[in-house]
């Protein structure tokens, strides 16, 4: 061993092949913790190996690693839509990773239909309908479509309602739709409803309220006053919503303009939405933990926000060049089917709205600052009231979820200066019998977390009274954690005295705190307390979380007992080969058979077990 030892970076860096490419950077126990893309995988990690690679999160990524594996592809667009897939299924450590965020709201037009209605979605898919948004919020786009039903009178109903009606609904009566349903409007009439809403919606109001207004006056002189009138409020209602919306360009551009702001280790990302020239609404992201330059965090977060099924404008606009800008514009095209460009304005209107953006992502990096203030005051006032030894820094909080005592498990979850920490979480099936004995469950999953007396906390909270907190001490004291303190976080009732006389239990809050026989109240800390309390319910929905996957799995699997044929092992074959008792049932004879270990005669049972004319559901039950 005389010889200096090569990091693994710098051994693969040797072998890897001059071709675009993903990396996957491998912790001690093989996790995924970083997941890149290269133009040319060996000059990438020649440049890791050899220490020239300045981004501030190198240092910290570098001593982690202890295998790589290369991927090599095609082109540098096919890496970046692998790095996109592979960020997503490992959700590595320093990688960015937006949240699979559910709220990116679009309203969908299907034109193809002959009386079309507005719809409220998630997803835009490619199914040949129009779409239009994301709109920043549910309630963004819940008051648009309420907007919307008030100016056009278009069908509201769904699409198999729409069909069997025979007679117009109350939308008629109330003149909020012009009842297609049963032919009280033309098609044409009724399309040039839908085009109007249309122009709206893409930000074309100005153009909207040219037409109507030659459209009112044409009524006028046809002395069609009714339509006129009806004409008349719809232009009003536009102009109003459109003296709320900023102009901030000329050219009826459409701009997704993204602003970032860094504070510390947080990251803060606001997208302002321009249609047609106008600011129409704007995102503010979950702020991102990361030590990433900003570059490589806007790369990172355009390339995961519009992998999402959101509208890609025409133009994109950033604060920073980044590396793969060509590459992203080149792969945002191929998605949208038009040209797009992503630019890096240094003046005029790009570089207007650029700041714009830019200034909403440093106001939500202020508010951020402010609830980091707030949860230091917390931390601190946690200290001084419940008389602990130091500021709790990390403290980890356990819940029990037995539900009966069937399926135990216990978990832990972990706050890092007052914020959760996911990687320090961890889940316990329980183990010590199906007696529900919390104080025995609990007693097991400390022994199990503080036996190994590894990166221990300055604080463990657990959910109970004093009984629990007993168990707490008495682990602490016998695994030699005696710098751990502790405290117990009870919900009780407590007797309150109502003004008209009489009393009524209030539920509240008590800590139970070692070597004290009367617990704390924080009543007038609120702060520490509501610390505390999301801390305990955050253990408590991670356990309970737990409990149904393995009450789930558990379920599954009794399920399949009735099988002739079928044993504990081809059990755990057959659910690790399909994943759900519903693929095994809706796999042919032949693909069960082609599972290894199964055979013809296995598969053929449990084919006919699901095909044998009885129909069963997970849960045992029969349905005749
Ligand atoms: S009036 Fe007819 S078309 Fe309009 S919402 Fe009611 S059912 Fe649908």
Not at 199 to 212: M, P
Not at 492 to 505: F, I, L, V, Y
Not at 552 to 568: N, T, Y
């Amino acid at each position: 061993m005389g010889m200096m030892e090569q990091n693994p970076v710098q051994i693969i860096a040797g072998h890897a092949p001059r071709k675009p490419g993903v990396y996957l950077m491998k912790d001690g126990t093989g996790a995924v913790i970083y997941v890149g893309k290269a133009k040319d995988l060996h000059v990438r990690l020649r440049t890791y190996a050899s220490g020239k690679d300045t981004r501030p999160m190198i240092p910290f990524l570098l001593p982690k690693i202890r295998d790589v594996e290369v991927m090599v592809t095609e082109t540098e667009k096919e890496a970046l839509i692998l790095e996109n897939t592979l960020i997503k299924r490992y959700r590595p450590r320093y990688n960015v990773t937006l949240r699979d965020d559910k709220n990116y709201f679009s309203i969908r037009v299907d034109t193809r239909q002959e009386f079309p209605r507005l719809e409220l979605v998630r997803r835009i898919r490619k199914d040949g309908a129009r779409y239009f948004g994301p709109y920043a919020s549910s309630q963004a786009v819940k008051e648009t479509l309420k907007f919307l039903r008030q100016v056009f009178p278009l069908r509201t109903c769904k699409d198999l309602t729409f069909r069997m009606r025979r007679r117009p609904c109350i939308e008629y009566e109330i003149k909020r739709c012009l009842a297609p349903c049963v032919g009280r409007v033309s098609a044409e009439d009724y399309r040039r409803l839908i085009d109007d809403t249309m122009l709206f919606l893409e930000g074309r109001g100005k153009k909207l309220t040219t037409a109507l207004r030659a459209r009112m006056e044409e009524a006028s002189r046809g002395l069609r006053f009714e339509e006129a009138g009806l004409v008349r409020d719809r232009i009003r209602a536009i102009e109003a919503t459109l003296e709320k919306q900023r102009a901030v360009s000329a050219s009826f551009r459409d701009q997704d303009v993204f602003g970032l702001c860094r504070a510390g280790r947080r990251v803060q990302a606001c997208v302002v939405f321009v249609r047609a020239g106008r600011i129409v609404g704007q995102k503010q992201f979950p702020p991102l933990a990361t030590r990433m330059e900003l570059s490589g965090v806007l790369s990172s977060l355009l390339a995961q926000y519009y992998d999402g099924g959101v509208d890609i404008p025409k133009e994109i606009i950033i604060q920073e060049d980044i590396e793969d800008r060509e590459v992203l514009a080149d792969w945002l095209a191929g998605k949208k089917e038009k040209n797009v460009a992503v630019i890096v304005p240094r003046r005029g209107r790009r570089a207007e709205i650029l700041h714009i953006a830019v200034a909403n992502a440093q106001n939500a990096c202020a508010r951020g600052e402010d609830a980091g203030k707030s949860l230091e005051t917390a931390l601190t006032a946690l200290a001084r009231r419940l008389h602990l030894r130091k500021v709790p820094r990390r403290i980890e909080c356990f819940d029990i979820s037995n539900l009966g005592g069937r399926h135990a498990v216990g978990s832990m979850v972990t706050f890092i200066d007052g914020e959760p920490d996911k990687d320090g979480y961890r889940r316990y099936r329980i183990t010590t019998g199906d007696t529900p004995d919390d104080y025995g469950m609990m007693h097991e999953v400390l022994v199990r977390r503080y036996g190994k007396r590894e990166n221990l906390p300055d604080l463990i909270i657990v959910d109970g009274g004093r009984g629990q907190l007993n168990v707490a001490l008495t682990v602490l004291g016998e695994t030699g954690c005696t710098d751990v303190d502790a405290a117990a976080l009870a919900k009780e009732a407590r007797m309150a005295r109502k003004n008209a006389g009489g009393s009524r239990a209030a539920i509240e809050d008590r800590v139970y705190l070692p070597h004290r026989k009367n617990p704390v109240f924080l009543s007038r800390e609120r702060e520490a307390l509501h610390l505390l309390q999301r801390i305990r319910d955050e253990a408590h929905r991670f356990a309970v979380a737990y409990h149904h996957a393995v009450k789930e799995k558990e379920d599954l699997r009794s399920f399949l007992d009735g099988i002739p044929g079928v044993g504990e092992k081809r059990k755990k074959t057959l659910l690790s080969h399909f994943g759900t008792v519903d693929a095994i049932g809706k796999a042919s004879p032949e693909e069960l058979g082609a599972v290894p270990g199964i055979g013809a005669r296995a598969a053929a049972a449990i084919h006919s077990f699901f095909h044998g004319g009885e129909s069963r559901k997970p849960g045992g039950e029969s349905q005749s």
